[in-house]
């Protein structure tokens, strides 16, 4: 079967400062063309040294990064392209908008002479970002949301292999945020620009990138589809990092996993104690407390508390467990709270396949 063809490959690439510091250490990352990869990290991973090293304004101490056809970089053979020659445009946190030149100073920086003369490009560009009519206005008379659009059309302005794009949405309240966020990934589909989007915002992630890949201490643990790498993480930490991880004590054998809630399958899962790995959506508060033929295993147990949260409630529940200390969990429901704290209820489980990790491991299977 053929691949997709790659926008931006990046692999074994290593950096570290002059003091000993290691900050990446052997990334490997493979976004395909006119694909949005999302790069989901916390603070001090590495996510922007990356994003400067794809750019060619730092060099790898070792790896290798190719763009579309293109090596950009090679350590190993001394090969070190040029940042203006890498067909590489960026987007940084503060957007970096010139306040002494308008909206079409701004937006034309990307673009050659030739191209800022015959203005047909300038036009296009500000169509494209929804800018049309503003060209004269100056930074601070724009409002956040525009002066973001400002940004991504400059970059664009270059028709860039690659965007770059380091936590472009930060500095936006959260509710001009959300609209932003929607308008831009429509940019870039139109676009069909090969993209990296850096965040440490978990949401923002699953929401924008085609594929999703997940950094800690330098390294990528996980890289795939957001919805695969969410309900099917390879390890605790990828699960962790993707949103609210449950975890309940098992013994497995021949594919099934003997649980609180029963006996539920985990194919591929080896002998012995596990930890069952679920999230809190994937349970639900029921009045009932015994399970009836033909539904979900249910847990009896007793509410710890209630947390609202408006679109959702969050229940903490200790489970009762035949002769072994009780199982706290963190349910997830839709809608108002329909228990409350010191209450008996049932807790149904999950229904499918489980993923479980062998106990202290933290490595998944099943």
């Known amino acids: 079967m053929p691949t997709e063809p790659c926008g931006l490959g990046v692999a074994g690439v290593s950096f570290g400062f002059a003091d000993g510091t290691e900050v990446l250490r052997g990334v490997d990352l493979r976004v395909p063309g006119g694909a949005l990869l999302a790069l989901l990290g916390p603070s001090g991973c590495g996510k922007t040294t990356l994003l400067r090293a794809v750019a060619g304004l730092e060099v790898p101490a070792s ?16 090969t070190q392209v040029a940042p203006q020659r890498r067909g590489v445009a960026m987007v940084f946190q503060d957007w970096a908008l010139l306040p002494h030149l308008d909206v079409a100073g701004n937006v034309t920086l990307g673009m050659g002479r030739a191209e800022r003369a015959e203005g047909t490009m300038l036009a296009a560009t500000l169509e494209m970002v929804g800018l049309e009519g503003l060209e004269g206005r100056m930074p601070d008379e724009l409002s956040g949301g525009q002066q973001q659009r400002v940004a ?23 509710s001009l945020r959300s609209r932003v966020r929607r308008e ?80 539920l399958r985990c194919p591929g899962v080896s002998e012995g104690e596990v930890e069952v790995f679920l999230r809190p959506e994937q349970l639900g508060i029921t009045e009932h407390v015994e ?75 099943g």
């Open 291 to 365: 399970a009836t033929e033909g539904s979900a295993p249910v847990a009896a147990g007793t509410v710890l508390e209630v947390a609202f949260h408006g679109p959702f409630t969050r229940y903490r529940v200790a489970l009762e467990a035949s002769g072994e200390p009780p199982v706290e969990v963190t349910v997830g429901d839709s809608g108002v709270p329909r228990a409350r704290a010191g209450q008996r209820v049932g807790v149904r489980g999950p229904q499918g396949p489980v993923r479980a990790w062998p106990a202290a491991s933290g490595v998944a299977s």
């Open 184 to 263: 831009v990934k429509q940019l870039l589909v139109e676009s069909g620009t090969t993209t990296v989007l850096v965040t440490h915002d978990r949401e923002e992630a699953l929401l924008m990138g085609d594929e999703l890949a997940v950094m800690d201490a330098g390294r990528v643990l996980a890289q795939g589809d957001p919805v695969e790498l969410h309900q099917r993480p390879p390890d605790r930490a990828t699960a962790e990092f993707l949103g609210e991880v449950v975890t309940v004590p098992g013994f497995a054998r021949a594919g099934h996993v003997q649980t609180v809630f029963g006996r």
């Open 152 to 174: 991504v059309g400059r970059a664009l302005a270059q028709r860039p292999e690659v965007l770059l794009l380091d936590e472009p949405f930060s500095n936006l309240d959260p």
């Open 63 to 78: 790896g290798s990064i190719v763009i579309g056809e293109r090596v950009v970089t090679d350590v190993a053979h001394g």
